[in-house]
């Protein structure tokens, strides 16, 4: 039996999560879907932004997608209790420690971009972020208070080699079934951590994957690239925090954050996380009109990476491709769909 875990979350994530479970009930119906509280919803519920027994059913799950989480609503909860909290334990208990993001210009999508089209046509990059390790989970952290009354607010940034070789192999190993082109962004030139990344990384590459083209980037250039000549880019491969500024700069490029999903995985037989990258969207939740297109190929790319059903992903992903070149378009994309209707259109091309 295999068993994709659903969890909706808060905002706009049980709007969109929904359709998603649509278009895996009509495309792989052998497939259980079962669901849990997550985020500010669990938090609700049973105190606590997601439980032991929410964590026990994700890893024991062949796959867990998940909608988004987050809200005003919890802005006052206690750090340890809240939403995002609930998110980096199931991201750590999961052990998902590559993120792949791929941010990808759909043909029909290229004049919804904020850069100009001739920048963005054929954009097709897959950043790897390291999302188990660096400064997210580093410590000491904390905020003190010093002997003179100030406070001091520190955090962590540590990596070490194995958590940088790991993830960097899996960059390296998606390269050779791209564009075999891999940029590595760290900022060696004042970070410790930074230097160690660089190190490893050419190790890694000069032993095990020569035939793979690398170019070291410093983060800050990586970012100036990604929106002065972004079709220069294949693979990505940073830590945590910069994957996490650098995915959202890339996923503009492409038009809309609503379209882009993400792949959080593990070591091979391990059930991976898949998101879209959007978040919860308090602004327009509950009212229906958020674009479901993340969060459908997040199953997407769940149906590929952790449930080897190939043959479906690509049929899901050509069905996405033609309900957007039929001019299917939620009101993030300038149209008029329903979060509904767009389920619809994706459906009625499957
Ligand atoms: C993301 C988000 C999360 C992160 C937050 C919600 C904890 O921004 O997935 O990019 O910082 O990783
Ligand atoms: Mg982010």
Known sequence: ??????????????EVTAQAARIAKALTPDITLDERDFGGISFDRHGAPITDEAVAAAIAAD?????????????????????EAGLLRLRKEMQVFAN???????DAL????????????????????????????????????????????FDTQVY?????ERVSRVAFELARGRRNKVHSAEKSN???????????????????????QLEHILADNAAMQLVRAPTQFDVLLTDNLFGDILSDAAAQLTGSLGMLPSAALGEAGRPGLYEPIHGSAPDIAGQGVANPLAAILSFEMALRWSLNRPAEADRLYRAVETALANGARTRDLGGQLSTVEMGDAVLAAL
């Open 63 to 83: 796959a867990v997608l998940m909608g988004a989480v987050g809200g005003p609503k919890w802005a006052g909860v206690a750090r340890q209790s809240r939403p």
């Open 160 to 164: 070490t080699t194995s958590e940088i």
């Open 1 to 14: 039996m295999t068993t994709l875990l659903l969890l909706p979350g808060d905002g706009i994530g049980p």
């Open 110 to 153: 290229a004049d919804a971009s904020s850069l100009k089209r001739e920048l963005v046509a054929g954009l097709d990059i897959m950043i790897v972020r390291e999302l188990t390790g660096g400064v997210y989970f580093g410590e000491p952290r904390g905020i003190e208070t010093l002997p003179d009354g100030q406070r001091r607010g």
């Open 100 to 106: 792949l993001r791929p941010a990808l210009c759909f």
């Open 190 to 212: 004042v970070m410790e951590s930074g230097l160690l990344w660089r190190e490893v990384v050419t190790d890694l590459h000069k032993r095990e994957y020569a035939d793979v």
